[in-house]
């Protein structure tokens, strides 16, 4: 006999704006209690020291959770000149210091050098896992971790602001796997003065941003009183969420049912798909799957269970 999951079945995305000193997984574990959901997970850890935005997927919606964490990053940081730190943010000790402070000038000609695809050292105080550990538990514990560099793209990248000699703000707009720790790293050493993040915020995930982002305090005024997941899940955005930029069909209950029992559906005349790839599909506004697309057949790759 199967045991029952704990929680009500609660489908659906939501943007939660992610308070400081708070872990991703804190964030899930907090959220996912005050709408006793079943299941939930996240796309895209924000350090503890970081804010913004944290899409949480809920139930149904975890299957999508690759397509947000593939989509483009928006930050805004601020960087502290004169020093290098262990971790690249305020929690690391100082690792290497200098006196200089960079002009206006040179900050805006050293940008000029990572936009674009460039290549990326990650932080040593990372989630990258070498030989199944997390690199920041192998740094914690004094072991020496080397990781190789990859390739990133940075999509946008400005100076937004001196502040004073030795803070400057900058945005940065990004693909996946980009660090803006180690950007903040780079820049110092590249102007020959060290520097380091002293605050980071994320403004946008894939398609979720913070218009429609919650805060911790927020959440938690809206799910009191909740009493079926079906009630927690309208707080949320759709499980297709995440989804808009695949090609959409809408299907007849009967070639619907055919791809939530795991066959293929063949499309033909008008309807027959010109192209291939990822698409999904729905039937009568309800997600039913993702799927591969192939010689005009739809072929179902994940399969949602909604009701």
């Not at 030989?131 to 971790?145: F, S, T």
Request: with cysteine; hydrophobic share 40%; charged share 30%.
């Amino acid at each position: 006999m199967a045991r029952k999951k704990k929680g009500r079945p609660v489908h659906g995305w939501l943007v939660l704006d992610k308070p400081l000193n708070m872990t991703s997984t804190s964030a899930v574990a907090r959220t996912k209690r005050l709408l006793s959901a079943q299941k939930a997970g996240h796309a895209g850890t924000l350090d503890p020291l970081a804010t913004g935005i944290l899409p949480l997927a809920f139930g149904e919606a975890t299957k999508t959770v690759s397509y947000a964490m593939d989509g483009e990053k928006a930050y805004q940081f601020t960087v502290r000149w004169g020093g290098e730190t262990e971790t690249d943010d305020t929690e690391g000790e100082i690792t290497q210091q200098s006196d200089k402070r960079p002009t206006r000038e040179a900050i805006e000609a050293c940008l000029e050098n990572f936009r674009g695809t460039i290549e990326q050292v990650p932080p040593r105080f990372s989630a990258i896992k070498l030989d199944g550990n997390r690199a920041y538990d192998l740094a914690r514990d004094g072991e020496k971790v080397e990781l190789d560099a990859r390739e990133v793209e940075i999509k946008q990248l400005e100076l937004r602001e001196i502040v004073d000699d030795s803070t400057a703000v900058f945005s940065a707009t990004c693909g996946k796997g980009t660090y803006v720790r180690a950007l903040a790293r780079d820049f110092g050493r590249e102007l020959g003065c060290f520097g380091h993040v002293i605050a980071l915020r994320r403004t946008k995930v894939g398609p979720f941003d913070e218009s429609t982002a919650w805060s911790m305090e927020q959440l938690e005024r809206e799910a009191e009183g909740l009493e079926t997941g079906a009630e927690a899940s309208q707080l949320l955005l759709p499980v297709q969420a995440t989804l808009a930029d695949l090609p959409h069909f809408s299907l007849t209950t009967t070639d619907a049912s055919r791809l939530a029992r795991g066959q293929g559906v063949l499309l033909r005349g008008r309807d027959a798909p010109i192209v291939e790839g990822a698409a999904y599909a729905t039937c009568e506004g309800r997600l039913v799957a993702i799927v591969e697309m192939a010689r005009g057949e739809l072929r179902p790759t994940r399969v949602f269970n909604l009701v």
